[in-house]
C-alpha cells in the first residue's frame, strides 16, 4: 500500500480530510498527518473547535500559521501532500524574494505562508500540492490582472515544481452547488509525475488526454492552441512587471500548466453528460424545520426587492456618481437545478439578495438550515453541529464542495 502523508492548513472543518481520507483502498492511502487552521481576530475558534472534535486534537494546530513557521517550524512533520484552500487577497512582492513577506493586504501572507514551508523543507518538501482558490484569482488584481497567479506560479517554478489548474465549477460534474473554484496541483521535480509531464513534453496533450485532473473531470476537445504567458523568472520582476500594459484582461484562462518556468494556457470546457444533481435533493421536510427559519410574511416584499432587477444611479466615497446594475435572481431559488454558490452571509433572518429562499410544499417560504447547506457541500449531516447557526452557515460558505476533492484525490492516487 502507497501511504500518502497529508498536511493540510487553512484547514476550515476538514473539507480537505473528509474528501482524501474517504477514497483510501487497498493500493493508497491517505493520511492527514498535521493540520493547521486559525480565524484571524475571531475571539473564538468555531472551525477549529470543530475540526478538534470531529478528529481530534493531536498533531492540529490553533495558532497563526506565519508564527508557527517562524517559531515552531519543527512541529510540521514532513510530508508527501500539502492542501489548503488559502484565502484570496493579494500575492505581490515588495522588493525582493528575501523580502517576500513584504505584501500589500494582510492576509497576503497567508500564499507566503505555504510558500515558506516549501522552501524550508528543502529537499523534504512534499512532492505534490493540491491548493484550492476563488476563480478571481487568475485575473487580480484590477491594475495588473493576472498578476497574483503569475506571481504564486513563478514562486512555485523557483522551487522547482510544476504546475497544472483548472477552474471547476462543482455544478457541472453532477454535483448539488454551482461553486466555481480554481483548483492548482503542483508536483515537486523528479517527482514521478513531474516526470511525466517533462517526457510528453505536450503542455496540450496534458490537459486534454494524459493529466491529473482530466482523469476525472472530463473535457470537451478543442482545436485551439495553448498559449504561452510571457513571464520572468525574477519574482519580484513578475509582481512589478506583469500585465502591467494590458491591464482590461487577463492572460490566464480556466486551465493551464508551467513547468520550468513556462507558462501555457487555454480555455476548456466541461464534458460531463451523468446525472445533475438537484437542490430539491437535499432539502429538509418541512415538519422538521424549526420556525425560526421561515420567513415573517411582513418582510417578504423586502425579500423580493432585494432579488429583482436593479439600476439606478449611486454615488462613491470620494463623490463620483455612477449608474449601478444588476440584473435579477430567482426567487424563490428553484428546487429542481443545483444551488447557487453558497456565501459566508447565509446565515441570519435578516433579508438579503444573496441568501437562499425556497417554497414549501405547503407554500411558506424559508431559508437553509445548517445541515442542509452541509448536504450542498458534501459534508457529513451536522459535521459543524455544535457552533451557532449562524457560524454553521459562515464555515459553509468558506468550505468546499468535498465531492471535488474526492474526485481530485482518486485521480491524483492513480497518477502516483
Known sequence: MKKIKIVELFAGVGGFRIGLESVSDKKTKYNVVWSSQWE???SKQYASD???????KDDHSCEDIKLVIEKKFKEIPDHDLLVGGFPCQDYSVARTLSHAEGLEGKKGVLWWSIFNILKKKGKNAPN?????????????????????????LSSLASLGYAVEWRVINAAEYGFPQRRRRVFILGYKKNSSIYNKIKKLNNPKKWIFNEGVIIKEFPIKKSEKEMREVETWKDIAEVSKKFSIDKPAKSPFENSGIMIDGKIFTIKVEPDYKGEMAKLGDFIEEEKNVSEEFFIDGKYLEQWKKLKGSKSEMRKSKSGHEYKYSEGAMAFPDLLDKPSRTIVTG?????????KHIIKTKSGKYR???PIELERLNMFPENHTKGAPDVK????????????VIKKLGISLAKSI
Open 392 to 403: 454553521r452557515a459562515f464555515i459553509m460558505g468558506n468550505a468546499l464542495v468535498v465531492g
Open 128 to 152: 505534490f500540492l493540491m491548493l484550492e482558490n476563488v476563480d478571481r484569482l487568475l485575473k487580480s488584481p484590477a491594475s495588473q490582472r493576472g498578476r497574483d497567479f503569475a506571481v504564486m
Open 367 to 369: 431559508r437553509l438550515m
Open 40 to 42: 484571524p481576530g475571531a
Open 50 to 56: 470543530i475540526y478538534v472534535e470531529r478528529f481530534g
Open 346 to 354: 447565509e446565515g441570519g433572518s435578516s433579508p438579503s439578495r444573496f
